[in-house]
């Protein structure tokens, strides 16, 4: 996989475009280059696949709008994620819920608790 291509395919798909790009860098941000400067070092072929994480563990494209890709990694097999951050306000409507433990595994917090609560919770 050429991590380059990689990159500016996952920036489309973010529905973002290049000029968007604040900085490509670490995710605490001590560490920044631009879209350009990125391009020219990630010119390369690495494996994706399974078996050891060949790129940074903490790099990020970091986009004017605070959203952002940041690796995601799993048994050596690499990728891009993108990241928009939540939006949640006290004024809410939401649920309470009483239960947090999967029964089977791989449920969510609406799965658990469905017709476990009592009603006016």
């Known amino acids: 996989m050429n991590f380059r291509d990689e990159t500016l395919w996952a920036i489309e798909e973010s529905e973002h475009k290049e000029q968007d790009v604040l900085f490509v860098g670490s995710r605490d941000g001590r560490y920044r280059i631009s879209i350009e400067k990125f391009k020219e070092l990630a010119n390369f072929e690495y494996n994706d696949g399974f078996g050891g994480q060949e790129i940074a563990s903490d790099l990020i494209v970091y986009f004017k709008d605070k959203t952002y890709l940041y690796r995601r990694e799993y048994d050596g097999s690499e990728w891009w994620e993108y990241l928009r951050p939540l939006n949640y306000s006290e004024n809410d409507e939401y649920k309470s819920f009483s239960r947090?433990?999967?029964?089977?595994?791989?449920?969510t917090v609406a799965e658990i608790n469905e017709g476990k609560q009592g009603e006016g919770e």
Do not use: P
């Open 100 to 107: 947090l433990k999967a029964e089977i595994g791989w449920e």
